[in-house]
C-alpha cells in the first residue's frame, strides 16, 4: 500500500515533544505512530481508547480526606452526606 496522504496539523510544541520522546524510545517516528493510531480507528471503528470527563472530588471532601477523617475518598455526593450524617450522630 503506497503512502500518498499528508496530514497537517498543529499542536501544542512541548505536547509534541514529549510524544516524540517517547516514540523514540518505543522505536517509533511520529509517522509510524499516527499510523498505528488510524489502523487501529480503522479496525475498531472508534477511538482505540476511552474519551472521557475524570471524576473530581469535591472541595469539601478533598479537604475531610487532607485532614484525616476519612480513609479514601467517597465515591459520590450521597456517599459523602450519609458519612457526615454518621460523623455527626456520633459526635452527639
Known amino acids: 500500500m503506497s503512502k500518498t496522504a499528508t496530514i497537517s496539523v498543529r499542536v501544542d510544541e512541548e505536547l509534541k515533544s514529549e510524544a516524540e520522546q517517547v516514540f523514540g524510545l518505543l ?24 474519551v472521557r470527563l475524570p471524576q473530581i472530588p469535591k472541595a ?8 484525616g477523617k476519612y480513609a479514601a475518598l467517597p465515591t459520590s455526593s450521597t456517599e459523602f452526606a ?9 459526635e452527639q
Not at 517509533?28 to 476511552?50: D, E, H, K, M, N
Request: glycine share 4%; hydrophobic share 50%; aromatic share 8%.
Open 27 to 50: 522505536g517509533l517516528t511520529s509517522s509510524q505512530a499516527i499510523t498505528i493510531f488510524y489502523r487501529q480507528v480503522a479496525l475498531q471503528r472508534g477511538l482505540p481508547f476511552a
Open 60 to 67: 469539601s471532601a478533598i479537604a475531610e480526606a487532607v485532614r
Open 82 to 90: 450519609h458519612r457526615k450524617v454518621q460523623e455527626i450522630a456520633l
